[in-house]
């Protein structure tokens, strides 16, 4: 039995974009099995197959503008399909009904809340709760607020609806993509794709496992992620986060195609790094008891994740480091009068702000320095935006915020950000956000000492900056030795990626500005 496939109720939208075909003529296709991928100027979303079949034609193109009852495609009925309900009509598709909580549901009129990314915490605790059932939820309201062991954040709902169950209460521990709620949508086209989904860990076979090294590194795609479905659930069953593929899709959109080559590669690397990884010799453990007194001391949780993170860079990563002197005396004096013209002032002017300054301007022009090694070991991916992260030294350990976009902003901004983040990380006040996104790290000893270090490369970045103690050296003029502030550097780099001569090229490029600030503005 031939039955046509049409759009189905799009709410308050008149028109909507096709922006992918997902199946061709004579293919066999299951239920639900998603056809096109329709875009409104919210949200995204699939087309299902009512039924199982063979599509026998395909009625719309990629870019062409659709509306509600719209013709897509032509689908054979398979036999088992046609005996279950012999009298179905064509009028009976003009809208195809929405199936709760189904996660091969492309118009869902429920949707699942799900405890997002907790980055390096496994676990956190429900401090605030801003949910009940009947409640009606605004877009960007606040729905719940978590903390870990580093830090309290709020999460807020990315859809308008009502709330029809809640799973969780104040002070219950949860992890990433627990089920918090269900919210029933005002509208369809407020849905956005993959929150719907829940995640299946029970569903992680062996592929998961080898891609990944271990169930709890399956988590939920991130809501930007652009992809179906159908592309979903096949990433959960790989146990593959959709935020690490690249898409080859319409408007960046992941196909099938996309994930399988990713899991592909990946499964190269896994077979690649195991033969390297059988040459690396273990530490023996000492019992020290044996010796004398001795206590257990346990490690924060951000220096148990740091642990882990900087072996993982130090044994994959070649590194190199290149250390140099700055004269920054002029530059120093010039930051005192600004900070004396301005005492009133909420902030002072760091010397931590001139050095990002120039690191932006220095990875302007050598921008290999901002990037980041391809998974293939083949290319490498150049960053055009410039988000500088800081180590800050707090009581649980280092943590690494991150200023997005510094290249845009001026001294006093970025002063001013510095001191709000380092405050912020020192009272566990930091967001996801504040974490992520960083192209390039500087480490800065400020006054505690030395005259340089190595500094381990924050992977996949290829680049850190360290920055030692200012010190007071004499500097012969031809007459007489005179004091001048000096600023020791130290530059480790992925030596993969950068040579040693990038290296001096750039630390001289650097050291320049720092040492002429009038550089800053040619």
Same mark, same amino acid.
């Given at each position: ?214 169930? =709890? ?5 991130? =809501? ?128 931590? =702000? ?36 800081? =180590? ?131």
């Amino acid at each position: 039995m031939l039955m046509n496939v049409v759009i189905p109720s799009l709410g308050d939208i008149d028109e909507v974009e096709v922006i992918e075909i997902c199946v061709a003529v004579d293919d066999d296709i299951e239920e639900h099995e998603g056809l096109i991928v329709i875009e409104s100027d919210k949200a995204s979303m699939e087309v299902p197959s009512p039924t199982g079949g063979v599509v026998t034609e395909i009625c719309v193109t990629v870019g062409e503008m659709v509306g509600e009852g719209h013709l897509v495609a032509k689908v054979d009925v398979v036999e088992s399909a046609a005996e279950k309900d012999t009298e179905l009509e064509i009028s009976d598709l003009k809208e195809i009904e929405p199936v709760e909580d189904g996660p091969e549901s492309a118009i869902s009129a429920k949707i699942d809340i799900l405890v997002p990314d907790l980055a390096v915490s496994t676990r956190a605790i429900v401090t605030d709760l801003n949910l009940s059932v009947g409640q009606t939820i605004a877009v960007n309201s606040m729905i719940i607020e978590l903390e870990t062991d580093d830090e309290r954040f709020e999460v807020v709902s990315e859809h308008d609806g009502t709330i029809v169950e809640v799973y969780i209460k104040k002070g219950d521990p949860v992890s990433t993509g627990d089920l918090v709620a269900k919210m029933e949508l005002n509208s369809v086209d407020a849905l956005s794709p993959g929150l719907s989904e829940s995640t299946d860990k029970s569903n992680i076979d062996e592929v998961s496992k080898s891609i990944n090294g271990s169930e =709890a590194a399956i988590q939920n795609a991130p =809501a930007s992620v652009y992809a179906g479905p159908a592309v979903r659930r096949l990433a959960r069953e790989y146990g593959v986060s959709l935020g690490e593929v690249a898409g080859s899709g319409s408007r960046g959109r992941i196909t099938k195609d996309d994930l399988k080559a990713f899991v592909k590669n990946k499964l190269n690397e896994q077979n690649a790094g195991a033969a390297e990884a059988g040459s690396v010799v273990q530490v023996e453990s000492v019992d020290y008891s044996k010796f004398g007194d001795t206590y257990s001391s346990e490690l924060s949780r951000i220096q148990q994740v740091g642990a882990k993170n900087l072996y993982a860079s130090w044994v994959n990563v070649p590194h190199v480091t290149q250390h140099d002197k700055v004269d920054v005396t002029d530059l120093e004096s010039f930051r005192e009068a600004l900070n004396r013209e301005a005492e009133t002032a909420d902030h002072k002017i760091t010397p931590l =702000a001139f050095i990002i300054r120039a690191c932006c301007l220095a990875l302007e022009k050598y921008p290999i320095f901002n990037s980041s090694l391809e998974p293939s070991h083949q290319s490498i991916l150049i960053n055009r935006f410039y988000n500088i992260g800081f =180590a800050v030294d707090t009581s649980e350990g280092l943590v690494v915020p991150v200023i997005k976009d510094s290249d845009k902003k001026g001294i006093s901004q970025l002063s001013s950000e510095i001191i709000e983040l380092s405050k912020n990380a020192r009272e566990k006040k930091l967001g996801l956000g504040d974490l992520q996104g960083g192209t390039f790290t500087i480490s800065s000893l400020g006054a505690l000492g030395g005259t340089g270090f190595t500094p381990i490369v924050n992977a996949p970045q290829v680049a850190i900056l360290g920055v030692a103690r200012l010190m007071t050296e004499p500097e012969w003029d031809g007459e007489q030795f005179l004091p001048r502030k000096m600023l020791p550097l130290s530059l480790s780099y992925d030596h993969r990626v950068i040579n040693g001569a990038d290296g001096g090229r750039f630390m001289l490029f650097l050291t320049g500005l720092l040492g002429d600030i009038r550089r800053f503005s040619l």
